[in-house]
């Protein structure tokens, strides 16, 4: 399995090939390419499958933590939350 880090820089540089072909101007890769960093923090995972994988108990516990958490996802349905 790739590590997380692995995996953030190869989504980051196709992100990165992608704007250089599109022919972006250098403020607005750096601005899309600081986002990336502040929101993945050089760390990538799948987060749904994750919470797939915890019992009914600890994603209720857990649901406060996550204020994205969606309701229509079937491993969250039946939670109350906050």
Same mark, same amino acid.
């Given at each position: 399995?790739?590590?997380?880090?692995?995996?953030? &820089?190869?989504?980051? =540089?196709?992100?990165? %090939?992608?704007? *250089?072909?599109?022919? /972006?101007?250098?403020? #607005? !890769?750096?601005?899309?390419?600081?986002?990336?960093?502040? &929101?993945?923090?050089? =760390?990538?995972?799948? %987060?749904?499958? *994750?919470?797939?994988? /915890?019992?009914?108990? #600890? !994603?209720?516990?857990?649901?406060?933590?996550?204020?994205?958490?969606?309701?229509? =996802?079937?491993?969250?349905?039946?939670?109350?939350?906050?």
């Amino acid at each position: 399995m790739v590590g997380d880090a692995v995996m953030f &820089r190869l989504q980051l =540089k196709q992100v990165e %090939e992608y704007m *250089i072909s599109r022919k /972006l101007p250098r403020q #607005l !890769r750096q601005r899309i390419t600081g986002y990336y960093e502040r &929101r993945y923090h050089g =760390k990538m995972f799948d %987060e749904e499958n *994750i919470l797939g994988e /915890l019992n009914e108990c #600890l !994603r209720e516990v857990l649901s406060p933590f996550i204020s994205w958490i969606d309701t229509r =996802k079937p491993f969250v349905q039946g939670l109350t939350l906050p």
